[in-house]
Nanobody
Framework: QLQASGGGLVQAGGSLRLSCAAS????????MFWFRQAPGKEREFVAS????????YSADSVKDRFTISRDNAKSTVYLQMNSLKSEDTAVYFC??????????????WGQGTQVTVSS
């Protein structure tokens, strides 16, 4: 089970940190992801992080502004979002996928947390 939090309303140029707490699983078995979905658009990949935090990937649209990290002791993944833009407005979802097989379906999704960036 995944529980996302940390969303809110922020002015353009501001920062937010999202958290996603996992329970009921061996957290280190899972690669963790952040996705987002803006109104009228499809869900899109934002960032991912392997089990040990040593390998991360980010979408080009957020590279150099967003940083994904994880604290395995707390079974939590974070998304630090800096220099926010109005186009970052979306519902942000965390997800977990067991192992490192990119063809495997995602095992769990969080409930989503709203991020609204005012210009």
């Amino acid at each position: 089970q995944l529980q996302a939090s940390g969303g809110g309303l922020v002015q353009a140029g501001g920062s937010l940190r999202l958290s996603c707490a996992a329970s009921g699983r061996t957290f280190t078995d899972y690669e963790m992801f952040w996705f987002r979905q803006a109104p009228g658009k499809e869900r899109e990949f934002v960032a991912s992080i392997r089990w040990n935090g040593g390998t991360t990937y980010s979408a080009d649209s957020v590279k150099d502004r967003f940083t994904i990290s994880r604290d395995n002791a707390k079974s939590t993944v974070y998304l630090q979002m800096n220099s926010l833009k109005s186009e970052d407005t979306a519902v942000y979802f965390c997800a977990a996928r067991w192992g490192m097989d990119p063809t495997r379906p995602y095992d769990s999704w969080g409930q989503g947390t709203q991020v609204t960036v005012s210009s």
